[in-house]
């Protein structure tokens, strides 16, 4: 019992440890990026972004595909043996390769179906990316694996900036939608090389056809409800381009690129530890329902005031760092955030369901997911681009329960508790955004400078939220407060 107890409480600061490194990577990360993005949005226009992210969406289809879901596999192993670590990198560049022929062959076709021929260069220059991308992915997860979560930091840190440099340099040369591509390929080549750097790992050439199949067979499920996640939030642009263009399509990605930073910011460095904590636990419900409630409202009490407050600024917020030409992309914004809830347990349900061995049941909720988008989607196009953006929301809610069913079912995690967790943050964040929204208006009649007026709200809105939170759940916020606390230096002072 009492190295039981030990592991739990050494697995409890490998993840806390881990969290603070992600947490370290992703804000630079964000930061960068926002401010590249922020310079390449005014530089390049809608139509820009909007075919790049139709190439990107076909390149994506094809990376997911062409990864397996290997990576996945090597980072939940309890004991990792080498040759399955030299099985799945040789399976992973193998995969790669044939789908980049793919991509590069298909590249036409798929600028006909989404009625943008400048669609189809970008695909040939980009396909050859995905095995050189490739390169890194079993490095990575074993370093993720092994909470190496320093290293991925600072390589992550390091490809984007120099990616997005480039990115800038490119596009005040007048490159256009092609400084997008400068981009893609500065950060994946990077990427490899500090990968490498990173995990002096050389890969011996063996392959052991048992072992592929055995990680296969659970790689399957996995990697066709990455597709089904990655359909889910992008095979909007498709029904858009075909109904508006890609103009409107840059418009719908601008809004979704911020709501993502958010998720980046905040979700990610969670994310990326969650997977490998949990399959820890997967052996003891108890503590693995514990470690989910408290991943999931660590989650929610950083993303949903943000989610929120960004929509209820969204419109002033777009128009005065990218410019009028993006349109209603702030309206759009509007209407996403409106899905905060779902949108913070469909980044950790995947991750809670593959740890205990249940990837089919990952794939049930995607699939139901991913039809009700088609569904929706279909229905709501001729009405604009903001009814698509209104359909994506009720999909998210409709489809939240069954998530939660499945969740009750085969990871032993009750809705009730989830919904406690999340239930705190989205209180507080619901009148906070309500707060922020009549009081911007009347803030703005009264302060003159438009960036004065928006930050002067949103530091009303972040008082608001840091003042309800001990007032609605004091109790609720104690293991939260316990779980930081355990890796401060004055503590293990104070315990010594």
Excluded at 103 to 122: I, K, N, T
Excluded at 211 to 228: A, E, G, H, K, P
Aim: proline letters at 4%.
């Amino acid at each position: 019992m009492a190295d039981a107890a030990l592991a739990h409480g050494d697995l409890k600061k490998k993840t806390a440890l881990s969290v603070l490194w992600s947490v370290v990577r992703v804000a630079w990360m964000t930061i960068a990026t926002f401010i590249i993005f922020v310079v390449l949005a005014r530089i390049l226009g809608p139509s820009d972004f909007g075919t790049f992210a139709l190439a990107s969406l076909f390149v994506e289809i094809g990376r997911v595909i062409a990864y397996a879901g290997l990576g996945d596999a090597v980072t939940r192993q309890l004991e990792l043996d080498e040759e399955l670590a030299d099985t799945a990198f040789w399976a992973t560049l193998a995969f790669s390769s044939l789908v980049a022929v793919l991509v590069f062959s298909f590249a036409p076709a798929y600028g006909e179906l989404v009625r943008d021929p400048g669609v189809s260069p970008l695909l040939r220059w980009l396909a050859p990316l995905l095995p050189i991308s490739s390169l890194a992915v079993i490095h990575n997860a074993r370093l993720a694996r092994e909470f190496g979560h320093k290293s991925l930091a600072a390589q992550s840190i390091v490809a984007s900036l120099l990616a997005g440099i480039t990115a800038v340099v490119c596009a005040m040369l007048g490159w256009g939608v092609w400084s997008l591509v400068a981009q893609t390929a500065v950060n994946a080549v990077v990427t490899v090389l500090l990968g490498w750097y990173s995990y002096r790992w050389m890969p011996r050439l063996r392959f052991s056809i048992p072992i592929f199949r055995s990680i296969f067979l659970f790689s399957v499920s996995l990697v066709v409800t990455q597709l089904m996640w990655m359909l889910l939030a992008r095979v909007q642009d498709i029904f858009i381009s075909r109904w508006y263009g890609p103009v409107e399509v840059g418009r719908y990605r601008i809004a979704w690129r911020l709501i993502e930073l958010i998720g980046q910011a905040v979700l990610s460095p969670i994310s990326s530890v969650s997977l490998v904590t949990l399959s820890r636990l997967q052996n003891d419900p108890e503590a693995f329902r514990n470690a989910y409630n408290k991943i999931i409202g660590i989650a929610a009490l950083g993303t949903i005031p943000l989610l929120l407050g960004f929509g209820a600024l969204s419109t002033d917020m777009i128009a005065m760092l990218f410019g009028d030409k993006w349109g209603n992309a702030g309206d759009i914004a509007t209407v996403l955030v409106l899905m905060a809830v779902p949108f913070v347990t469909n980044f950790f349900a995947s991750s809670a369901l593959s740890a205990v061995n249940r990837a089919e049941s990952v794939l049930s909720v995607a699939a139901l997911q991913l039809v009700a988008t088609l569904i929706l989607t279909w229905i709501l196009v001729p009405y604009g681009v903001v009814a698509v953006a209104a359909g994506y929301v009720l999909r998210a809610w409709l489809t939240m329960p069954y998530q939660q069913y499945v969740l009750s079912r085969f990871a032993h995690i009750d809705a009730y508790g989830t919904l406690k967790a999340v239930g705190l943050p989205f209180i507080a964040a619901a009148v906070m955004g309500l707060v922020v929204w009549f009081c911007h208006p009347i803030i703005g009649s009264h302060i003159e400078n438009r960036w004065l007026s928006l930050f002067t709200t949103i530091a009303i809105g972040g008082i608001v939220y840091l003042g309800l939170l001990p007032v609605i759940g004091r109790s609720a916020m104690r293991p939260y407060i316990a779980l930081v606390a355990s890796v401060l230096p004055i503590r293990k002072r104070a315990q010594a």
